[in-house]
């Protein structure tokens, strides 16, 4: 359990990570407002600003690669995500795409 | 000898024992499940959004201001509660519950929102979840979060009584980082949520 220890001093590597959450947040909102893309553009760009934040929630916050079984952790972890991603992107496929074809 | 001693010495109370280590390990697991849950009703709702059945669609109900401040709410939660199992890791029992009654507080002003925000669509703007597809979907999406936030607030605070009654060991800081890793959990839903649901709907 190499990288498991206790904590001393100031928690940099959390306000690092809340100041980093709340850059991201507000960038994703300028993007979507006011940068003038196109709608598929800010989508795109959004949803890589999110993962990028789901992230530093599970690296700096969660701890995901600490403890004796960090690699397991990261690994259930990937492997939701995925999952999620092929739930999430083949649905819309199918249903979108496909359901188009039809008319 | 003394250099193992020495390496237990600064190890978390949570990762103390192979029970507390196999605990954590299979909450990892949960949480990969989760995601597994909360993809069907992402998928679900993405594919029903369009379908408002004459009803109001996304861009007439979602409102910004509202979104963005659940969003820093729920955001400063999984801040704090981070804080919580630093002082944890510092020995510090005191700094560690009153974080951790911040991280609650916090959660109680998000889910205020977010049930001002169900009522508003609900009884202001006929927006329930029989009007359509949509609405159906979107209220079982964010509906789901937000009765794990509700849980979570609760297992928190059954938490900091436990932590007041029996101190800080090696079986209470398990459950402490264990709802810690729950709570930034439901933040890493909530940023999926904002972006897919909110902003998307929003844009389009």
């Given at each position: 359990m190499a990288q498991t220890q206790n904590e001393k001093g100031f928690p940099w590597k959390h306000v690092f990570g809340f100041l980093l959450s709340i850059v991201l947040t507000l960038m994703a909102v300028w993007?979507?407002?006011?940068?003038?893309?196109?709608?598929?553009?800010?989508?795109?760009?959004?949803?890589?600003?999110?993962?990028?934040?789901?992230?530093?929630?599970?690296?700096?916050?969660?701890h995901m690669n600490e403890g004796a079984n960090g690699s397991w952790q990261a690994t259930m972890i990937y492997y939701g995500i995925y999952i999620a991603i092929v739930?999430?992107?083949?649905?819309?496929?199918?249903?979108?795409?496909?359901?188009?074809?039809?008319? | 000898?003394?250099?193992?001693?020495?390496?237990?010495?600064?190890?978390?109370?949570?990762?103390?024992?192979?029970?507390?280590?196999?605990?954590?390990?299979?909450?990892w697991i949960f949480l990969g499940a989760e995601f597994a849950l909360f993809a069907t009703l992402f998928a679900t709702y993405l594919v029903l959004v369009p379908r408002t059945a004459g009803g109001p669609g996304p861009e007439e109900l979602y409102e910004l201001k509202t979104v963005l401040i659940e969003t820093f709410l729920l955001l400063t939660s999984s801040f704090t509660c981070g804080l919580a199992v630093y002082e944890m890791r510092r020995g510090k029992k005191t700094g560690m519950i009153g974080w951790l009654i911040v991280t609650i507080l916090l959660g109680a002003g998000f889910l205020y929102f977010e049930i001002e925000e169900f009522i508003l669509y609900a009884v202001h703007e006929g927006a329930t979840m029989q009007t359509s597809a949509f609405l159906s979907s979107f209220f079982t999406l964010v509906g789901t979060h937000g009765i794990h936030v509700t849980i979570g607030i609760f297992w928190i605070i059954f938490i900091i009584l436990q932590v007041l009654k029996r101190g800080l060991n090696a079986d209470t800081a398990r459950k402490v980082f264990i709802s810690s890793l729950y709570w930034h959990f439901l933040d890493v839903i909530?940023?999926?949520?904002?972006?897919?649901?909110y902003l998307t709907g929003m844009v389009s």
């Open positions: 993007i979507a407002f006011s940068s003038g893309l196109p709608a598929k553009t800010i989508i795109a760009l959004i949803v890589i600003l999110a993962f990028c934040q789901a992230f530093i929630q599970l690296v700096l916050f969660m739930i999430v992107a083949g649905s819309i496929w199918v249903m979108t795409f496909g359901h188009q074809h039809h008319h | 000898m003394a250099e193992m001693a020495q390496k237990h010495a600064n190890v978390p109370l949570e990762y103390s024992t192979k029970q507390n280590q196999l605990n954590i390990l299979g909450f909530w940023i999926f949520l904002f972006t897919l649901v």
